[in-house]
Nanobody
Framework: QVQLVESGGGLVQPGGSLRLSCAAS????????MGWFRQTPGKQRELVAT???????NYADSVKGRFTISRDNAKNTVYLQMNSLKPEDTAVYYC?????????WGQGTQVTVSS
């Protein structure tokens, strides 16, 4: 019954900002790692950022210094603040919740960075 619902994608100019949100509906257990991935046609799905239950973070080199991942455990929600966006950030972004024994994926939200 658990679903991950994403929001916040859209069209933005280079240098602009967006904030993505992903919230779990229904009951869910303790989430060890929350993360964001992205994918474009012809490319492998790649890791963007992760955050553990202890709030340790990890970022892809391409987004370090520009993106910030955070989580709100009370709301079962993960966020991705994206600043200084570049055209190469254009992709479908997917959230992921890792519960050790099972992973859940969001439906994906399109982010387009273009003039």
């Amino acid at each position: 019954q658990v679903q991950l619902v994403e929001s916040g994608g859209g069209l933005v100019q280079p240098g602009g900002s967006l904030r993505l949100s992903c919230a779990a509906s229904g009951g869910i257990g303790s989430i060890y790692v929350m993360g964001w991935f992205r994918q474009t046609p012809g490319k492998q799905r790649e890791l963007v950022a992760t955050i553990t239950s202890g709030r340790s973070t990890n970022y892809a080199d391409s987004v370090k210094g520009r993106f910030t991942i955070s989580r709100d455990n009370a709301k079962n929600t993960v966020y991705l603040q994206m600043n200084s966006l570049k055209p190469e950030d254009t992709a479908v972004y997917y959230c992921n919740f890792n519960l050790f024994y099972r992973q859940y994926w969001g439906q994906g939200t399109q982010v387009t960075v273009s003039s």
